[in-house]
DNA sequence: CTAGGGTTAG
């Protein structure tokens, strides 16, 4: 009989069961060992013990970490059943629960029925995290003003809430405004509160105004760092990230799998191997060699970097591959040209039940492309949409224009983007531009240049670059226009 | 209640 066993067996046959279950579904939640706590849950019920407010708080936790929001209606039931629902510990992690299974109604209804839920900041932070999660702004504001109304006293977790749906490109303002808030506080200066309005100007596309921040910024911890650091990568600024780990690693701030992964993407882009294979050095050195995020990372590095098979090795050695798993390697290939390869490695993600997602979509279709694939390519568009129930977006449709224009196609692709029910982007634009350079179509060229003039959503240097591409399509004075 | 991550055509 193992220690469990016998443990069990102790607490099933002492009257006071209570306190014993409560104490260690505590500390398996405490630990993170939530599939652990629900089956203490479980066993509870079934010895016999009745569940009180003290018990609750934990199961549910553990539902909202698992994500098993049918387990966590159950539990709702059972709160109701064993009258603990006004108990503001057991009320908050309801509405937690709710939020993080992305039930906001559940969350909000669970919210309403209690007056004393709007007397409670936590409990006013939960449903807040839970509309943040969602993005849903306008939702946050209300209710961050509703607080203030109210009184209700205002911390550092309300302003988490109410800056990280902020975080979207070209919200400037309304992230100023947040920040200004912040500031009115008292609580621009707290770490988490700095780190989270980092991001969220990173986030929005707002390097300059992140970087301000960064600098001023009094306490660096790692998440500062690191925050920094993949805003630059997700902006495309790798010198800016290779530079700034450096800085880092002579302050002696020690990296984590976070920071080496942003590292990596951007030796990835840079076609830097001698960093990327340093990085990697210092993976080993870590013991962060088995971190999914950081092989991923690592194949899409030595794709991009030239060494397929190292890359196809790393992959192999994997022993789950998620769907960006699949996507990098696929993406590898695609972009060395061997679109034979790409596309039976997609066949086979499928086949081993990996469901494909829009950006496993863009890999492919761009390996199709590159390897003069277009039918294959073409079956793939139309499976996207039917088979998977994915909208193909801007980028699919740039990679569908690609793909017809370098088979010459072009009255196909112009069709295609006549149909299509989403914004035409500059990459569109720049696929077809190339078409037409390939394949010398004066009149086509000309015609998107047009739209890219009437497109004012379009960035004045991109529109130039354009415009020097076009000129070389048809050799045209540059003057004339 | 609680801040930061991998894949994406041109």
Redesign the pocket.
Known sequence: MTMKTKLYHHLQSTTTKNPQWNTLLREAANKSLFTKALSLYLHMLRSGAFPNAFTF?FAI?SCAALSLPITGKQLHCHIVKSGCLLEPFVQ??LV?MYG?CSLIDNARQVFDENPQSRKL??CY??LL?GYALKSRVKDVVVLFCEMRGLGVEI?G??M?GLV?PCGIPGNLGLGMCVHGFCVKFGLDMD??VG??LL?MYV?SGEIDCGRKLFNEMPRK???TW??MI?GY??NGLANNVLELYKEMESKGVCP????L??VL?SC?HLGALSAGKEVERKMEICGFSS????K??LI?MYA?CGNLEKARDIFDGMPVK????W??II?GYG?HGLGEVAVQLFDEMIRGGIRP????F??VL?AC??AGLTNKGLDYFGVMERKYGLRPG??HY??MV?LLGRAGRLNEARELIESMQVRAD??LW??LL?ACKIHRNVELAELAFERINQDCAIKKPQALRWKLSLMKVTEIDFLRH
């Open positions: 708080p936790k908050t992690s937690s993080k900041t936590v932070n939960s995290s911390n977790v309300t988490l990280q770490s988490s780190n989270c991001t986030k911890g790692l998440i690191n925050a993949n990568a997700q984590d799998p976070l920071t992964v942003g993407s990835a971190n999914p995020f950081l991923n990372a899409n991009r998620s769907v960006v798993s996507t990098a993406g972009m997602d829009g950006t496993a863009v890999s761009s492309s590159h801007a980028e740039s990679c690609d500059g990459a720049g696929a190339g």
